[in-house]
């Protein structure tokens, strides 16, 4: 069964420091997201992104975050200056059709910034 | 303001029993809502969606729609020790942002 996939599965890093996320989604999916997940708290939405462009945001996602499509398959969350409040699981998740399906998502990146 | 709101749990029934999962919801022209599992560590995993007013069955699964008292629930029948989960109501506002609730910890005991 197709699956998204994330890498890494655990990402350490230095305040400050710059991090990238990866996310391979399903193949054939169209518009993907990306969520996090601070320990004990709700999944909160950050980005979608269709056609090569973000369609919706959250206040969450300010100037330090971006994403990229770079390729035909890898979709990428990157945080410029990571701070310790950024730590938390990030989750790629990827979606045929918002009218008929629903969000399948990637198991999740740890980010633990010192 | 959008939100969706679970009691937090943790909530507890002998294994073999109903158990009963409650959300509300802000926004009266929502028209999509989700179910998910959630164990720890793990990301979430679909259990079930649902569109309409009603009920909609999905082996020991129900998912409820009430639309016009904004509230969707999942009933677990035969709970199972493998139910013992975080479970999470999701549900889309507008365009196709999930907005999730805190979720409602589940342990079902052998």
């Known amino acids: 069964e197709p699956e998204v996939t994330q890498t890494p599965s655990h990402q350490v890093t230095q305040m400050g420091q710059e991090v990238i996320l990866r996310c391979v989604p399903i193949?054939?999916?169209?518009?993907f997201y990306w969520y996090r997940q601070i320990l004990g708290q709700k999944v909160e939405f950050l980005v979608s992104f269709y056609n090569n462009e973000i369609s919706e945001k959250s206040e969450i996602f300010d100037d330090q975050f971006s994403v990229e499509r770079p390729d035909g398959s890898n979709f990428t969350l990157k945080i410029r200056s990571t701070k310790l409040e950024d730590s938390a699981m990030y989750f790629c998740a990827s979606l045929l059709d918002p009218l008929a399906d629903t969000q399948y998502f990637g198991p999740g990146t740890r980010l633990t910034v010192l | 303001q959008k939100e969706v709101e679970q009691n937090s749990g943790p909530l507890s029934v002998p294994e073999g029993a109903i158990a009963s999962l409650n959300c509300t919801y802000s926004d009266r022209v929502s028209q999509s809502f989700f179910w998910y599992r959630q164990y720890s560590g793990k990301s979430p995993e679909l259990i079930m969606s649902i569109y309409s007013n009603g009920d909609k069955e999905d082996g020991r699964f129900t998912a409820q729609l009430n639309k016009a008292s904004q509230y969707v629930s999942l009933l677990i029948r035969d709970s199972q020790p493998s139910d013992s989960a975080t479970y999470l109501c999701a549900v889309i506002f507008t365009g196709n942002q999930f907005y999730f609730g805190t979720g409602t910890s589940l342990t079902v005991i052998p």
């Open positions: 193949s054939n999916h169209l518009y």
